[in-house]
C-alpha cells in the first residue's frame, strides 16, 4: 500500500498561484499513474490532473488545461500541481491519488488517497 501526504494549500486572491506536494512512499511508483482530485462543498470529487509515472505523460481536465500543470520528481517520489491565474471556482479540498495500471480519471478506480489540502480562493 502507498502512502501519501499532501500539502502546500492556503489562502490566495483571485489571479495568484499556489504550489500543492504529494509525497508517496511505501510501495514503488513504476507503473502508477498519480492524479489529483478535488471536491468543493456539496459536489462530487472531480479529477483535476494525472501523471503517468514512468512516461511522464499529463492529462488535464478542461477547467484547468492552461492554468495548471502536474509534474513529478522521481528522486524525491513526489509529485506537484502548480496553479497559476487561480479562480473563485478552484476553490475546493485537493486531494492527491494512484492508480497502478491502465488510466482512469474516474475517483472510483483510485485504491490510495491523501488526506487532502485546503485551496481556498478569495475575491
Known amino acids: 500500500q502507498v502512502q501519501l501526504v499532501e500539502s502546500g494549500g492556503g489562502l490566495v486572491q483571485a489571479g495568484g498561484s499556489l504550489r500543492l506536494s504529494c509525497a508517496a512512499s511505501?510501495?514503488?511508483?513504476?507503473?502508477?499513474?498519480m492524479a489529483w482530485f478535488r471536491q468543493a462543498p456539496g459536489k462530487d470529487r472531480e479529477f483535476v490532473a494525472l501523471i503517468r509515472w514512468t512516461s511522464g505523460t499529463t492529462y488535464y481536465a478542461d477547467s484547468v488545461k492552461g492554468r495548471f500543470t502536474i509534474s513529478r520528481d522521481n528522486g524525491k517520489n513526489t509529485v506537484y500541481l502548480q496553479m497559476n491565474s487561480l479562480k473563485l471556482e478552484d476553490t475546493a479540498l485537493y486531494y492527491c491519488?494512484?492508480?497502478?495500471?491502465?488510466?482512469?480519471?474516474?475517483?472510483?478506480?483510485?485504491?490510495?488517497w491523501g488526506q487532502g489540502t485546503q485551496v481556498t480562493v478569495s475575491s
Open positions: 511505501g510501495r514503488t511508483l513504476s507503473s502508477a499513474n
Open positions: 491519488a494512484v492508480r497502478y495500471g491502465t488510466i482512469s480519471f474516474a475517483a472510483k478506480d483510485f485504491g490510495s
